[in-house]
């Protein structure tokens, strides 16, 4: 089955940018990518997605390779509450295990 | 509401008997799914509905499972002879529209424990 993979852990300081990558190689032409991040026992909740082009919001910005192949989550300055699994998706929206981000200070 | 709402927010059962679990998407969404999240794990897919398209339940892990959604709003999540295995936290979402037409709103999900 078509799925994405992401590392499953990352470690940031607090105040740099974090690079989170993932992997999406059979992708669909028609299929948008989507990144969501859950916090400690709450629901998971969306940050961007996008098709071809970058995006950027007040959140994060996604650069989407030109193949669509891969894609990166950049948080510019991270916080300490920007601690959590990041997931990226993009078939049928399966979730996949995510990449844990722990922001040290 | 103004978000998905889910109950109950926590379920103890012992192995063997029923139980359902509810989910109330956001008002107009058409679109709502069931995940599964055991511990330390990442969400699982069980099934999707689409407004009055049949649901795509490839994700269901056994006939145990089962869902449906009345009056494609409200949507109840069966399951049948419980087993500790199915212990876990059990995610709604919904959406507007179709898979391309923005984000997911979940609800803060239902514990279910299974003695």
């Known amino acids: 089955d078509a799925k994405t993979t992401q590392p499953p852990s990352m470690d940031c300081a607090e105040g740099r940018a974090a690079n989170l990558p993932c992997n999406h190689s059979?992708?669909?032409?028609?299929?948008?990518v989507y990144w969501y991040r859950q916090i400690h026992s709450q629901g998971p909740q969306y940050i961007i997605h996008?098709?071809?082009n970058n995006e950027t919001n007040e959140m994060a910005s996604l650069i989407i390779t030109e193949d669509r192949k891969s894609s990166t989550l950049i948080l510019p300055h991270a916080t300490l509450r920007d601690t959590a699994v990041y997931y990226c998706?993009?078939?049928?929206?399966?979730f996949g295990a995510g990449t844990t981000v722990t922001v040290r200070a | 509401g103004a978000g998905v709402s889910q109950s109950p927010s926590n379920k103890v059962t012992e192995k063997g008997k029923d139980v359902e679990l509810r989910c109330d998407p956001i008002?107009?969404?058409?679109?709502l799914y069931w995940y599964r999240q055991s511990l330390g794990q990442g969400l699982e897919f069980l099934i999707y509905?689409?407004?009055?398209?049949?649901?795509?339940k490839s994700g269901l892990p056994s006939d145990r499972f089962s869902a449906e959604r009345t009056g494609g709003s409200v949507s109840t999540l069966t399951i049948q002879r419980t087993q500790q295995e199915d212990s876990a936290v059990y995610l709604c979402?919904?959406?507007?529209?179709?898979?391309?037409?923005?984000?997911?709103?979940f609800g803060e999900g239902s514990r279910l424990t299974v003695l």
């Open positions: 509905f689409q407004g009055n398209s049949a649901p795509d």
């Open positions: 998706t993009a078939y049928k929206l399966s």
């Open positions: 059979t992708i669909s032409g028609n299929e948008y």
């Open positions: 996008g098709l071809k």
């Open positions: 979402a919904s959406r507007e529209g179709g898979v391309n037409t923005g984000e997911l709103f």
């Open positions: 008002s107009g969404h058409t679109a």
